[in-house]
């Protein structure tokens, strides 16, 4: 099931980004999310624009992921390829699982396409296990982007059509 998160969350939300990060760690990602990333401060700001998302199995928080509609300021430059369109899009980020659950990734695409027919997602050169699962899930790469501290990521896209 998923559902909105609320400040009662943070906790349980912490521990499976906690769980996320170390499994990028044993995975080779070693410069992705590092320093405590997703900090606090961002999850709390993201509960109270409602865009915050958690993904349940009999109560327990699994999974946690972000779903902002609109631009994303970070995707307005692309290089090393394109976007395959200009249509409006929303955009699934900070997404992790504590590691018990398989297809969150799927789940969350799902739940975007309730409200878009367009969804877009970047990762981390280093981050091989989601590159393969973005790409098992029907996201296309697209190409390079920049987030504002100008750390390169791998860009996608799902088209609905």
Not at 125 to 136: G, R, V, W, Y
Not at 146 to 156: C, K, V
Request: proline fraction near 4%.
């Amino acid at each position: 099931m998923i559902r909105l998160a609320n400040m009662g969350d943070l906790d349980a939300i912490e521990a499976v980004y906690d769980k996320a990060r170390a499994f990028m760690r044993g995975s080779g990602n070693l410069r992705q999310w590092i320093n405590g990333y997703p900090q606090r401060e961002l999850l709390e700001a993201d509960i109270q624009k409602g865009q915050l998302f958690v993904i349940t199995e009999e109560d327990a928080i699994r999974a946690v992921f972000a779903f902002i509609l609109g631009d994303d300021p970070t995707y307005a430059y692309i290089e090393d390829g394109q976007w395959p369109n200009s249509k409006p899009y929303g955009t699934i980020h900070r997404i992790g699982t504590d590691g018990t659950i398989h297809g969150a990734v799927k789940a969350a695409r799902d739940f975007a396409l309730q409200f878009t027919d367009e969804v877009r997602a970047d990762t981390h050169e280093d981050n091989k296990p989601m590159q393969h699962t973005l790409a098992k899930n029907g996201f296309v790469r697209c190409g390079i982007i920049y987030l504002e501290d100008g750390a390169p990521r791998i860009a996608y896209q799902y088209s609905k059509d």
